[in-house]
């Protein structure tokens, strides 16, 4: 007779040994983060910053009280509700073995999970009127609430004095608060946008008439003006037919537009414009212009259109979001599109009084699967006199673009050659922000490159900025006066951000066109490649040049990141899928009107899905690695607990017994059991569990074990050819019990076995 596995020895461990294992589980669980409330009435503080240093260090002198009647406009942010739970949900979305890899949230999945609740919504809205404030506009996700009304009401409602003060740096006055607002509300508050006017947004375009005239008569554009945006195609991604096509882009913009002059620069290049443009108002602020009216920073915005449709003339279309000064406007609008527009450009900087005011936002981008890219700057290595808006660049949320100068093979040609520009934004941040994990791995932060251990290091990626880039635009940019221009001469990683946002969307179109989702941030998946064996094909590695202190190296450096596109190979590599993938392998309900999914990971990885009464998702834990076993089954006990089953190499079993919160509390391991895996397991009535293995060439064995999972008895069935056992259960209510074999070629048989699992009855289907 076969050797069967009741006969042998008992271990008392688990896989990679249970206890050291538990330093390996990591739970993910939706609850709400409850802040402590002052009582009504004493002034909640918000949760950043608003005071200004140069106001709270005595930098600046007050000049006088901000007339009462001025009437300002504020965007009230509110905060996330359980932000330690969406870091476990990002972390989760963006770790290839995991099986939410890349499954992002709706954007009503994100409110209803994340954003505050109605009540609390309501509250702050109720809150602004008591105070004489109007509700100019609200946000569907929940995000944000704007008001305006007079100075006299803003410093009543949150506390503070408005004041005037002599800019320090620039020949201008500004408003500030005195101090710190505060809220009489009994919920809390995140941020207020508008309460100065300290930093006003700077776009990262320029012009240099020296440097003009020795650009290269290499590109596209008419009277060798330099390069057009559809060199930038050909050169980093080529002639495939990648388009765009269903995929929509989406701009930050800090003034309005004139769209004759993205039609006079299509029409000028004899190329044709297919891609609708759409204006989004995100503070009810103007979206276009004339040629006579536009000002000087309309240039910006007709170039990120130009570059961004250059790039993906095939998209869906281009949104085009405007708002006066708030940024939070503008990342709500985006943030509530999350749907549809995927891809995000910013190529403006500004100083915020508190660099953690938008990542809300930015994290919010991350949880729904859009990018979102940011200019490094355009004066140089950090710090800098010229351009010292290093936010938001030097956020970790945010894909951070620098400037390189491109050489290609003629105009519409391929890539040629390419140096760090000298002018790239680059270097550790300003504002002290913690270095993200994906710029911890070795092999990123080098003695070579500089870069810091401890902070953020910025550039993430580059593409072409330097001074030598065709631009049709209205208004006096460029000392010209009003009315509308086309010259070459321009440059900037104002170009380089939307024709990054642009090739993503190409990338986007590739990895949906088979189901598949869109890329989300990508900066987990490009520090990956950069490390890997496909760097050298994914992208163009800029090593010469320098932009002052850093200098362009091999592999990541501080000027340009890791470099620029390197045609459809990249665009394959962020398409590739999950090097891990997963399997669902069980599904059981629980008391308490939950159920359980359990999902096997490559390399040893268990997933368990805690599920409502409707199926719906609730939360998450992950058990492993534990190479060389694999989860087979997960059961829920009477008296509160649950059994987690592992199969081990070599034939090896493996039994967790888990409490109601899914934490390890016991486990027993058998074997080797040479030509034997387990297979299922479960709790019987009378205080008994039984555990199934399937032998090769048709064996099955029943062990009944105790209530500690001591082996009491057993039973062997077999060999029947072509037979494999797949799963054991007891009958709730009665003492029959049921085997279920799976028959090759499409059978199944179930037997029906007494409690001393005798074989009193069977039926077969099939095939």
């Not at 834990?621 to 087979?632: A, D, H, S």
Request: aromatic content about 12%; glycine content about 12%; proline content about 6%.
């Amino acid at each position: 007779m076969k050797s069967t596995p009741i006969l042998k020895r008992l271990g008392t461990c688990s896989p990679g040994a249970v206890l050291r294992g538990l330093s390996g589980v990591m739970v993910l669980s939706f609850f709400v983060l409850f802040v402590p409330m002052p009582a009504h009435g004493q002034g909640q503080p918000l949760l950043t910053h608003h005071m200004r240093e140069a106001v709270s260090s005595a930098q600046v002198a007050w000049l006088g009280h901000l007339h009462a009647t001025q009437s300002l406009k504020l965007t009230i942010a509110l905060p996330l509700r359980n932000e330690s739970g969406l870091h476990q949900v990002l972390q989760q979305l963006y770790d290839p073995r995991s099986p939410f890899y890349h499954h992002f949230l709706s954007v009503q999945e994100f409110t209803d999970r994340f954003e505050p609740s109605q009540q609390d919504y309501d509250a702050v809205i109720d809150f602004a009127q008591a105070n004489g404030l109007t509700v100019t506009s609200t946000a569907p996700n929940r995000m944000i609430v704007d008001v305006a009304g007079p100075v006299a009401n803003i410093e009543a409602a949150f506390h503070v004095n408005m004041g005037v003060y002599q800019h320090p740096t620039e020949n201008r006055t500004f408003y500030a608060p005195d101090q710190e607002p505060t809220a009489d509300l009994p919920v809390a508050l995140w941020h207020i946008s508008g309460l100065d006017n300290f930093s006003i947004p700077r776009p990262a375009a320029h012009r240099r008439a020296s440097e003009a005239k020795s650009a290269p008569a290499v590109g596209s554009a008419p009277n060798g003006d330099g390069y057009a945006g559809s060199d930038m195609r050909a050169a980093y991604y080529g002639s495939g037919p990648l388009t765009g096509s269903g995929q929509s882009v989406g701009l930050l913009e800090f003034d309005s537009y004139n769209v004759s002059d993205v039609t006079l620069y299509f029409s000028n290049l004899k190329q044709t414009l297919s891609v609708p443009i759409n204006p989004v108002s995100a503070d009810g602020s103007g979206t276009s212009c004339t040629a006579a009216s536009c000002d000087a920073n309309e240039v910006e915005v007709a170039l990120d259109i130009e570059q961004a449709i250059s790039m993906a003339p095939g998209m869906s279309q281009l949104r085009v979001y405007v708002a006066q000064s708030s940024d939070a406007d503008i990342f709500a609008a985006m943030a509530n599109d999350g749907n549809t527009v995927k891809s995000l450009s910013c190529s403006w900087g500004w100083e915020p009084a508190d660099t953690s005011s938008d990542e809300p936002y930015f994290k919010r981008f991350a949880a729904q699967g859009q990018s979102l890219f940011v200019v490094s700057g355009d004066d140089g290595s950090f710090p800098n006199r010229g351009w010292p808006w290093y936010y938001p660049s030097e956020s970790a949320n945010v894909t951070a673009v620098g400037g390189t100068d491109l050489t290609t093979n003629g105009a519409g040609g391929p890539w040629k050659a390419e140096t760090a520009w000298v002018d790239s934004g680059g270097g550790i941040s300003q504002d002290k922000i913690p270095i993200p994990s994906w710029q911890q791995a070795a092999g990123v932060i080098t003695t070579a490159n500089k870069g810091s251990k401890t902070y953020r290091n910025v550039p993430d990626v580059a593409a072409e900025a330097n001074f030598d880039n065709y631009v049709c635009y209205s208004g006096n940019a460029d000392g010209l006066g009003s009315g509308q221009h086309c010259e070459g001469g321009w440059g900037g990683t104002s170009f380089a951000a939307p024709r990054w946002a642009g090739y993503i969307a190409l990338a986007n179109q590739q990895a949906t066109a088979g189901g598949g989702s869109t890329l989300g941030f990508i900066n987990p998946a490009i520090y990956t490649i950069g490390l890997g064996s496909s760097y050298a094909n994914a992208f163009h590695d800029i090593t010469s040049g320098s932009n002052g202190t850093y200098s362009a190296e091999t592999g990541y450096d501080l000027v340009t990141g890791w470099g620029s596109p390197n045609g459809a190979s990249l665009i394959a590599s962020l398409t590739s899928g999950p090097a891990g993938g997963w399997t669902p392998v069980s599904y059981s309900s629980n008391s308490g009107g939950t159920n359980t999914l359990l999902w096997a990971g490559t390399g040893g990885y268990a997933y368990l899905w805690t599920l409502d009464s409707s199926n719906n998702f609730k939360s998450l834990q992950t058990f492993g690695p534990y190479v060389g076993w694999t989860p087979v089954s997960y059961s829920s006990n009477s008296g509160g607990t649950n059994t987690l089953l592992w199969a081990g190499s070599g034939g090896y079993a493996s039994i967790w017994t888990l409490n109601s919160s899914n934490n390890i509390t016991s486990g027993v391991q058998y074997g080797p059991y040479s030509a034997w895996t387990p297979v299922s397991y479960s709790s019987n009535s009378g205080g008994t569990n039984t555990l199934l293995w399937a032998g090769t060439g048709g064996y099955a064995s029943i062990w009944t074990l105790n209530s500690s999972n001591t082996v009491t008895s057993g039973v062997q069935y077999g060999p029947y050819s072509a037979w494999t056992p797949v799963s054991y259960s007891s009958n709730y209510g009665v003492t029959t019990r049921t085997l279920l074999w799976a028959g090759t070629g499409g059978y199944a048989s179930i037997w029906t076995l007494n409690s001393s699992n005798n074989i009193t009855s069977g039926v077969q289907y099939g095939p």
